[in-house]
């Protein structure tokens, strides 16, 4: 069943019982948009995209929470027709139609970021975001699913995994030894075939884990005791990153009860549509943004090009070949700790280069947050650029 009243299309949802589906009203959301059809005189499903759109870009958090339901409320159809085309076609996989159409609804705000008026429709953009979301996720599913928690713990970053441990909980100290425990498996951990699936380590390399942690982390309050707890703790690191990349999913009708959206709603603003002008405006910013993301991968390929051979080779087969710290201390000939400063030091050196130029060219000074956060960018965007190709 089809909704044609503007008051169902952006407050009602899709709920689904076993193989058939019905629409649900948000009371909280019926309220709104009675509300604003009153004071404002709109019928038109347009006038009511562009003015949700605007909301969630302009207003504060609680009026941002408001349109980001009723945008979710008007994508229910459009994610269900994507959802039944996939479902039809992965149809002997373990997932329902549910499943699909939970997945594809997960990164709303995607649509809602990357969105311009002057462009597609605003439904049209959404059902290619929501094919998007469920071929990446499946993609990745197959993926992570015949990864052990060693494989996992070695495909992913260093930023990666601090991100999960926030987003988990932890708190710094916590996420400090637990950050250890991983570098210090990633080091030593070296893999005898770069397949999938790899096995968990043995005691005797569980000990020489244990001793290297203990070294990087001596006599601090909260380390791991034994082999055992670092083992522990990197399990809780692989089973963290699978429940961040792939949560379980909520239906998007659950919006929060928060008393303050009563009291925006009562001011509703009297927006108007963006017009012509506003659009090719956002898409101009966003064509500079790209342009500047191609200048930086341009200003860090020319400065590690001027690199010593012995400094790009070191960058090569650690970035690239997955070599670890201590495989890199034999083919070099140095010490693992002079292997691990080195490596900081070219990161340090490619932070400064981007940060002079940011400095000359975009006449910002840079906070030490920034420069700190630059530091985790820099080396996601060297195991990018000498990992295998990724498509955009």
Known sequence: MTRSD????????????????????????????LISIEKLGQQKEAFWINYWLDAWRTQPSVARQLALGHLSAYLQEGCLQVARRYHSRFGNTRYGLEDYFQIAMARIERILE??????????????????NNIVEAMRQQREFNICSPWSLLRKVSQRRIKEVLVHT?????????????????????????????????????????????????????????????????????????RMYLFPTFQASSEFSSDPQMDDWMEQLPQNRVPSLWEGLVLDEDE??????????????????????????????????????????????????DAVCRRLQRL???????????????????LSEQVLEEMDELIEEWLEQSYGPPQAE
């Not at 990357?114 to 094919?131: D, E, I, L, M, P």
């Not at 990161?347 to 000074?365: D, F, K, N, S």
């Open 114 to 131: 990357g969105y311009h008026s002057c462009g597609a429709s605003f439904k049209n953009f959404a059902n290619v975001v929501f094919s």
């Open 169 to 241: 909980g932890y708190n710094p100290d916590q996420i400090e030894h637990r950050l250890t425990a991983w570098l210090c498996f990633k080091d030593l951990y070296i893999p005898s075939s770069t397949k999938s699936r790899l096995h968990e380590p043995n005691p005797q390399l569980w000990q020489r884990l244990w001793k290297e942690y203990c070294r990087r982390m001596p006599r601090v309050a909260g380390q791991a005791s034994s082999p055992e707890q670092l083992r522990q703790w990197l399990i809780e690191c692989a089973n963290a990153v």
């Open 6 to 33: 503007p008051v169902d299309v952006f407050s009602t949802f899709l709920r689904f019982d076993g193989a058939s589906t019905r629409w649900i009203c948000d009371p909280r959301l019926r309220r709104s948009m």
């Open 287 to 336: 064509r500079r943004r790209r342009l500047l993301c191609r200048l930086l991968r341009q200003i860090l390929a020319t400065a590690i090009a001027q690199f010593e051979a012995r400094d790009q080779e070191l960058l090569k087969l650690y970035y690239g070949e997955d070599w670890t710290q201590q495989q890199l201390a034999g083919q070099f000939q140095m010490r693992q």
């Open 347 to 365: 990161r340090i050196r490619l932070v400064t280069t981007v940060g002079q130029w940011c400095r000359q060219h975009l006449e910002a000074p």
